[in-house]
């Protein structure tokens, strides 16, 4: 069955970086597009960026454009996500999720089970 | 951006009640619209995809409809496992993803 396995979160001081995995199993992850996905303690979803199946093309959200890189390593059915210049309010679990596509409608069919991250002086 | 407005916020209901929630888009989006149910401490799950079609093992009593930019989530029985919060999500247009703010579904 599909897998989606983050780590990396923790504890950082406001500036400082961290790199989050999420490691892929149970599909073919070079055939996908992969998501990260961002909830603020208590908030709702809030779509952070994403990556084509062979890395070609990456998007990020506003909030985190020019401070986080995505980045995958399809040998190793891997997705990473490389936060710089970290804020308060980039404190938030981060989910990876698979992009499936169901009859030509786009979805985030698979999560992981997240990532806490917490900036905080 | 595409803005997506639950309502209501949240909402009480009993084992048993019919439930509808609401999600505007603010501009038309035709039917790509997903809905997603997530539990305390819990990654969410896909329910409905294309505004109106259940993914796979999820129970027939969650139903979508709509298109253009105005859509509903029912349940038509209530069963306990399904107190959660739910969030809608367009499709058409990314970047970005955009979703709703979330409606909370609690116990009456």
């Known amino acids: 069955q599909v897998q989606l396995l983050e780590s990396g979160g923790g504890l950082v001081k406001p500036g400082e970086s961290l790199r989050l995995s999420c490691e892929a199993s149970?599909?073919?992850?070079?055939?996908?597009?992969m998501n990260w996905i961002r909830q603020a303690p208590g908030k709702g979803l809030e779509w952070v960026a994403y990556?084509?199946?062979?890395?070609?093309?990456?998007y990020y959200a506003d909030s985190v454009k020019g401070r986080f890189t995505l980045s995958r390593d399809n040998t190793k059915n891997s997705l990473y996500l490389q936060m710089n210049s970290l804020r308060a309010e980039d404190t938030a679990v981060y989910y990876c999720a698979r992009k499936g596509a169901y009859s030509g409608y786009d979805t985030f069919d698979h999560w992981g089970q997240g990532t806490l991250v917490t900036v905080s002086s | 951006d595409i803005q997506m407005t639950q309502s209501p916020s949240s909402l009480s209901a009993s084992v048993g009640d019919r439930v509808t929630i609401t999600c505007r888009a603010s501009q038309s989006i035709g039917r790509y619209l997903n809905w997603y149910q997530q539990k305390p401490g819990k990654a969410p799950k896909l329910l409905i995809y294309a505004a109106s079609s259940l993914q796979s093992g999820v129970p027939s009593r969650f139903g979508g409809s709509g298109s253009g930019t105005d859509f509903t989530l029912t349940i038509s029985s209530l069963q306990p496992e399904d107190f959660a919060t739910y969030y809608c999500?367009?499709?058409?247009?990314?970047?970005?993803?955009?979703f709703g703010q979330g409606t909370k579904l609690e116990i009456k």
């Open positions: 990556i084509s199946s062979s890395g070609s093309a990456i």
């Open positions: 999500q367009q499709s058409y247009s990314s970047p970005p993803n955009t």
């Open positions: 149970g599909f073919t992850f070079s055939d996908y597009y």
